[in-house]
C-alpha cells in the first residue's frame, strides 16, 4: 500500500483587537494565546524533526504580535496586570474580579488549588464583582493576577524554563516583584514566535500558508448574492455592491506580509472560514497561491452529491474526497483540498474526553482505514487526508493543554509505516490534480453556507452601515482635497471593519461573554473613517447592533417531574423539565458533524433526580454501538452513574462515588424510543438547595464519542418543599 499522506493542518487566528484610532486594546486574546498555543505549538514540533504539517497563521494576527513585541504594546488586561495590587483602583479591582477567571474552569482553574480557591470565592453566578470585591485581600488580587497570565502559559514553556517553572511551584503569595518577573517572561515568549516559525518553516518541517489580510469572507465582499446558493430564502442586505477590490487588496496584502517576515511568498492559502466561490479563483491565482483548502461539504456540492456520506457517516467514492482536485476560471487555476470534518471534529471537541494515547493511536486506525479503502480506486496515488481545524482554541478544553496526545501523535505517526506525516504543497506538487471541478459551490467550512454571516437581521444591519460607510469615504477620496495619508488611514479602519469575527458574533449563531465589545469594535472601526475624515460619525454607528436576548446554555426545571421509567417518549410527564439542545457551546468553534446524543431534559420530584436523553432515532438502536453512557457530577463532587450495555437487554445502571460502587443505590434506567433514568437525592448525598451540576457521556471502545453539554454542565439545585410554591408565585 502507498503511503497515506497525513496532512495537518492548523489555522491560528485572531480578529485585530486594537482600536488604532484611540491606541486601546480591549482584548488580551493574541497575548495569551500567544504565550500557551502559538508558542507551545511550535515548540510540539520542534520535538519531533521528523514530523511534517501546514500552519495557516493569518496576517492580522502576525501584525498584533509585532505591536507588543517591536511596538510596546499593550492592552486593558495587561495594564491591569501591571498594576500593583496595593494600587489598584476599585474599578480596576472589579475589572480583575470579572476577567481574570477567563479560562476553562476545569481544566485551567481548578487542577490549582490556590487559584480555584480565589475562584470560589469570587462566588460567580451568585454575588457582582462589587459585591465580591470586599472578601477580597491585596494578596489575594495579586495572586489573581498572576494566576490568570500563569495559566495562560504553554505547559512546554514551564518544561523549558526552570525559573518560570519555579514561579509556578510556589503557587501563592507572590510579590511584585515575581508579578514583573512573570510579564518580563511574557514579553520573550512573544518575542520567539516568529522567528520560531520561521526557523521550523526554512528547516523544511512546516508549511506556512496565510489567508487575506483581515479575515474577511471573500465571497462575500465579491458579491453578496452568491449566499443564495447554498440558502435560497437567504434575506440579502439592502446594498449589494461588490467589494472585488477590496477583495484582491486583503489577498495581496496578506501575501505581502507574509513574504516579509518568512522570507518567501506562500504557496497556499486557507481562505477566511473556508470560504470559496467561482469568482474568487482569479484573484487568489494572481496572486500567487497555488492551492486553496475548504471543507468536504463544499466537494459533495460541487459535484452534485455524488461525493457524500450517508447518515451513518460512510462516503459514497471516498477515493474522489482524499485527493486535491483542480478548479479554474478565466485563465486561472488552483488546486484545492477539502478537510475530513469528522477526522478535523474529533481533536476539536471529542478527543479531550479521552485517553490521550488511545485518542492519538484512534486518529491513526481511522487514517489507516481511509488508506485501505481509498487505494483500490486512487491510480496508484497515495490518499491525502487533511485535518484541518483551529490550531489554538481547543486545547484549552483538553487536561493537560493536549500535550500528551499532540506529543503521542507526533512521534507515532512520524515512525508509522504506511502513514506519512506531509506538508499540502509537497503532495498536491508530487500528485497534482488530475480531476477538476466544473463549478466551485460558493459556501465556507461550515455546513457548507455563510448563515453565520449574513442572513440575519443582525449581520445585515452590519453590512449595510459597512457598505454606507464606505461609500463615504469613496466620496471623500473622490473629491481629491485629502491628503492621501489621511485617506489610507481611513481605508484601513474599512478593512478592518469587513473581516469576518465581527459578523461571526452578531446573530444568534455564536455568543460570548464580550459580544458587547465584537459589537462597539466593529462600529467603531467604522466611526474612526468619519472621524479621520473630519466628520462625525453618523448616529446609527452609536446604537449597538446585537440587540437579541442570548441563549443561555439550558432552561431550567419549572415544576416537579411525574415520570415513569419506561423509555417511552410521553410529552407531559417531561413538560417542566429543564432542557439542553445539543450543540456548541463554544463561540470560537464550530462543530459541524453530529453527534449521538441531541437533547436532555432534566428535573425532579422532592426525593429524586431525573434525566432523559434523546438521540437522532431511537435510544435503543443509537445507543446499540455504545459500551456506556455515564452522568458525571461536577457537584456533588465524585458521583457518577453508569450505564453499560445501554442499547441491549441487558443493560445494567450502577452509581459510583469516587470510583468505588454505591452499594444498594436505587437507580433505575430504561432504554426504548427514549433513555429515561432516576436516582434519589439521598443516594447523591444532596440536601435540598445543594447544587447539581452535571453532563451526560457516551463512550463506544472507550473513547468518548458525545458529551451533552460539550462545554461546562447542565445545572440546577436540589428542590426544597416549597419549589412548586416558589416558582408558581414567580
Known amino acids: ?131 465580591a470585591l470586599p472578601r477580597f485581600s491585596e494578596r489575594d488580587l495579586r495572586d489573581l493576577q498572576i494566576w490568570n497570565n500563569l495559566t495562560w502559559m504553554h505547559p512546554l514553556a514551564f518544561e523549558k524554563d526552570l525559573e518560570l517553572r519555579e514561579l509556578r511551584n510556589k503557587g501563592r503569595h507572590w510579590t511584585e516583584s515575581d508579578k514583573q518577573r512573570l510579564l518580563d517572561k511574557q514579553l520573550a515568549i512573544l518575542r520567539e514566535i516568529i522567528p520560531l516559525h520561521r526557523e521550523l518553516a526554512d528547516s523544511g518541517q512546516i508549511e506556512l500558508t496565510t489567508t487575506p489580510f483581515y479575515h474577511p469572507i471573500l465571497p462575500l465582499l465579491w458579491d453578496k448574492r452568491c449566499a443564495r446558493q447554498a440558502m435560497p430564502e437567504c434575506e440579502l442586505p439592502k446594498f449589494l455592491e461588490s467589494y472585488a477590490a477590496d477583495a484582491k487588496l486583503q489577498i495581496e496584502r496578506g501575501v505581502a506580509l507574509h513574504k516579509k517576515l518568512f522570507g518567501s511568498p506562500p504557496v497556499g492559502m486557507w481562505p477566511s472560514e473556508g470560504s470559496v466561490s467561482q469568482d474568487i479563483i482569479p484573484a487568489i491565482a494572481q496572486a500567487g497561491i497555488e492551492w486553496i483548502a475548504t471543507d468536504e461539504e463544499i466537494l459533495a456540492r460541487s459535484t452534485n452529491g455524488w461525493i457524500s456520506r450517508d447518515a451513518q457517516g460512510h462516503m459514497r467514492h471516498p477515493e474522489m474526497l482524499y485527493r486535491p482536485w483542480r478548479v479554474e476560471e478565466q485563465g486561472s487555476q488552483l488546486q484545492i483540498v477539502f478537510r475530513d470534518h469528522g477526522l478535523s471534529d474529533l481533536i476539536g471537541f471529542h478527543y479531550q474526553r479521552s485517553d490521550p494515547v488511545r485518542a492519538a493511536q484512534d486518529l491513526l486506525g481511522r487514517t489507516e482505514a481511509i488508506g485501505r479503502a481509498v487505494e483500490p480506486n486512487n491510480a496508484g496515488k497515495p490518499a491525502l487526508v487533511s485535518v484541518i481545524l483551529d490550531g489554538e482554541n481547543c486545547w484549552e478544553y483538553y487536561p493537560d493543554g493536549g500535550v500528551e496526545f499532540l506529543r503521542t501523535l507526533y512521534r507515532s505517526a512520524a515512525r508509522h509505516p504506511s502513514i506519512r506525516p506531509t506538508r499540502i504543497r509537497d503532495h498536491v506538487r508530487d500528485h497534482p490534480a488530475s480531476d477538476r471541478i466544473g463549478r466551485l459551490f460558493a459556501g465556507s467550512w461550515i455546513s457548507h453556507n455563510f448563515a453565520i454571516w ?54 444568534d449563531d455564536h455568543s460570548s461573554a464580550q459580544d458587547d465589545l465584537f459589537d462597539q469594535l466593529f462600529r467603531k472601526h467604522l466611526q474612526n473613517v468619519y472621524q479621520i475624515l473630519g466628520t462625525q460619525p453618523p448616529s446609527p454607528l452609536n446604537r449597538p447592533i446585537t440587540r437579541m436576548v ?150 463506544a471502545e472507550g473513547q468518548s464519542v458525545d458529551r451533552a453539554p460539550r462545554e461546562g454542565a447542565l445545572e440546577m439545585r436540589a428542590p426544597n418543599p416549597d419549589y412548586e410554591k416558589i416558582m408558581w408565585q414567580a
Not at 33 to 59: Q, S, W
Not at 462 to 487: C, M, S, Y
Request: proline share 5%.
Open 1 to 131: 500500500m502507498q503511503p497515506i499522506s497525513l496532512a495537518l493542518f492548523w489555522h491560528q487566528h485572531q480578529p485585530y483587537y486594537p482600536d488604532d484610532g484611540s491606541g486601546e486594546t480591549l482584548m488580551p486574546w493574541v497575548r495569551l494565546h500567544g504565550t500557551k498555543d502559538y508558542y507551545g505549538m511550535a515548540l510540539h514540533l520542534k520535538e519531533v524533526p521528523e514530523f511534517r504539517c501546514t500552519i495557516n497563521i493569518v496576517p492580522s494576527l502576525l501584525t498584533q504580535i509585532l505591536r507588543y513585541t517591536d511596538q510596546k504594546g499593550s492592552d486593558r488586561h495587561l495594564d491591569v496586570s501591571r498594576v500593583p495590587a496595593d494600587g489598584l483602583s476599585e474599578v480596576d479591582a472589579m475589572y480583575i474580579l470579572d476577567q481574570f477567571f477567563m479560562a476553562s474552569v476545569d481544566n485551567m482553574i481548578r487542577p490549582h488549588p490556590r487559584y480555584h480557591e480565589l475562584y470560589l470565592k469570587r462566588g460567580f453566578g451568585r454575588d457582582t464583582a462589587e459585591k
Open 454 to 507: 449574513i442572513g440575519h437581521h443582525e449581520d445585515n444591519t452590519a453590512w449595510d452601515l459597512l457598505h454606507q460607510t464606505r461609500q463615504f469615504l469613496v466620496q471623500a477620496q473622490g473629491k481629491g482635497n485629502v491628503p492621501a495619508e489621511t485617506i489610507a488611514r481611513a481605508w484601513e479602519e474599512m478593512y478592518i471593519a469587513e473581516g469576518s469575527d465581527w459578523f461571526w458574533w452578531f446573530g
Open 550 to 699: 442570548r441563549r443561555t446554555i439550558h432552561s431550567e426545571p419549572r415544576g416537579f417531574l411525574d415520570v415513569k421509567v419506561d423509555g417511552r417518549r410521553t410529552y407531559f410527564e417531561w413538560i417542566n423539565a429543564g432542557h439542553y439542545i445539543s450543540g456548541s457551546e463554544r463561540g470560537t468553534m464550530t462543530l459541524v458533524t453530529e453527534g449521538v446524543i441531541r437533547e436532555v431534559f432534566f428535573g425532579f420530584n422532592l426525593e429524586q433526580l431525573m434525566l432523559r436523553v434523546d438521540t437522532g432515532h431511537t435510544a435503543q438502536e443509537d445507543l446499540a454501538r455504545m459500551q456506556e453512557v455515564r452522568v458525571q457530577f461536577v457537584e456533588p463532587a465524585g458521583y457518577e452513574i453508569r450505564i453499560s450495555e445501554p442499547g441491549r437487554p441487558g443493560l445494567k445502571a450502577r452509581l459510583f462515588r469516587n470510583r468505588e460502587e454505591v452499594a444498594g443505590a436505587q437507580v433505575k434506567v430504561a432504554v426504548g424510543q427514549i433513555l429515561e433514568m432516576t436516582v434519589p437525592f439521598a443516594d447523591l448525598g444532596l440536601a435540598p438547595e445543594d447544587p447539581i451540576h452535571l453532563y451526560v457521556e457516551a463512550l
